[in-house]
């Protein structure tokens, strides 16, 4: 069974200050995605890596994928109150198009 | 835009009833799933179709059921509802990039 571990779990931190999230696993992954869920809603997709070493931006969000396709990691600079809500990263695994989750970083920046 | 619906944000239900979640997409996409969200647990699959009337179990399938008699219509059934039911359920569908869309989510909680 494919997993996938995201840490840390809960991260509180000031407006303006940089963050890294990460999602680790010890299985290989063929693409890994990131979404982001706000209170109350469904997770929206942000992002998929494909390529071992990629590196994808938007905005200040910035993703990447190991060279080893096994993590990824998200990192935010100048966080924003608007940044504050659960990030998680998926993977496909099995058949059908499934996805496994992480459990989900869960982030509150603060004015 | 494209759009995937639940039927309910909130439900209140008692130990024992028969319970139906409703989804429906209107992108045309072939696999819809069903998740649950626990606090700490990120998201797990409990169901998924990949066509009409095809269904196959996921991580958590006890004390579900599921419906899709439509392709745009995927059904979650609780058939006797227990309080370690009470979670967030999320309905979803795919297309051929691997990118989920979510509903916004019921919150069901059985007293």
């Known amino acids: 069974t494919q997993l996938l571990e995201q840490s840390p779990q809960f991260l509180s931190i000031q407006e303006g200050e940089n963050l890294t999230v990460y999602c680790n696993s010890s299985?290989?992954?063929?693409?890994l995605q990131w979404y982001r869920q706000e209170p109350g809603e469904g997770p929206v997709l942000l992002v998929t890596?494909?390529?071992?070493?990629e590196v994808k931006k938007l905005k200040r969000l910035t993703f990447q994928f190991g060279d080893a396709r096994k993590d990824s990691s998200l990192h935010i600079t100048a966080a924003q109150p608007g940044d504050t809500g659960l990030y998680l990263c998926a993977g496909p695994t099995g058949g059908a198009q499934k996805l496994v989750f992480g459990q989900g970083t869960r982030l509150t920046i603060n004015p | 835009d494209v759009k995937v619906t639940q039927s309910s944000r909130y439900l209140v239900k008692r130990t024992g009833e028969k319970v139906f979640l409703e989804c429906v997409q209107d992108m045309d996409h072939e696999n819809m799933f069903w998740y649950r969200q626990d606090p700490g647990l990120g998201l797990r699959l409990i169901y998924f179709?990949?066509?009409?009337?095809?269904?196959e179990k996921g991580d958590i399938p006890e004390g579900y059921s599921v419906s899709r008699e439509k392709k745009e219509r995927f059904s979650l059934i609780l058939e006797s509802a227990s309080t370690n039911q009470t979670s967030m359920y999320l309905c979803a569908s795919i297309d051929h990039t691997y990118e989920q869309y979510f509903g916004p989510g019921t919150r069901l909680t059985v007293t």
């Open positions: 299985s290989v992954f063929s693409s």
């Open positions: 890596v494909v390529t071992g070493g």
């Open positions: 179709s990949y066509d009409v009337k095809m269904k």
